[in-house]
């Protein structure tokens, strides 16, 4: 069974960095992408970042040139680095691993910005 694993929420005020990692996703193969979506109270889900597996990136427009999605296969990592955080970032953070038959979605991390 595929336990996605997710670190690095936190609070931090606003100009802050935090830097989010998933693992735990050795076992799933055929793998097409892996994202980062986050979850803001009273509202949607939506895709902050994503990398397909020819490290093809893909962020939302409100964090281009803030974030970075990398992905480190030696370690079945993949990781968001957060920099100039705004108190609009708030929000659950999910890891997302699509595969060719399946999607699979972490717990989802707190990440808390304050102005």
């Known amino acids: 069974q595929v336990q996605l694993v997710e670190s690095g929420g936190g609070s931090v005020q606003a100009g802050g960095s935090l830097r989010l990692s998933c693992g735990g996703f050795r076992t799933i193969f055929s793998i097409n992408a892996m994202g980062w979506y986050r979850q803001a109270p009273g509202k949607q889900r939506e895709l902050v970042a994503s990398i397909t597996s020819g490290v093809s990136t893909n962020y939302a427009d409100s964090v281009k040139g803030r974030f970075t999605i990398s992905r480190d296969n030696a370690k079945n990592t993949v990781t968001l680095q957060m920099n100039s955080l705004k108190p609009e970032d708030t929000g659950v953070y999910y890891c997302?691993?699509?595969?060719?038959?399946?999607?699979?979605w972490g717990q989802g991390t707190q990440v808390t910005v304050s102005s």
């Open positions: 997302n691993i699509r595969s060719a038959f399946h999607d699979y």
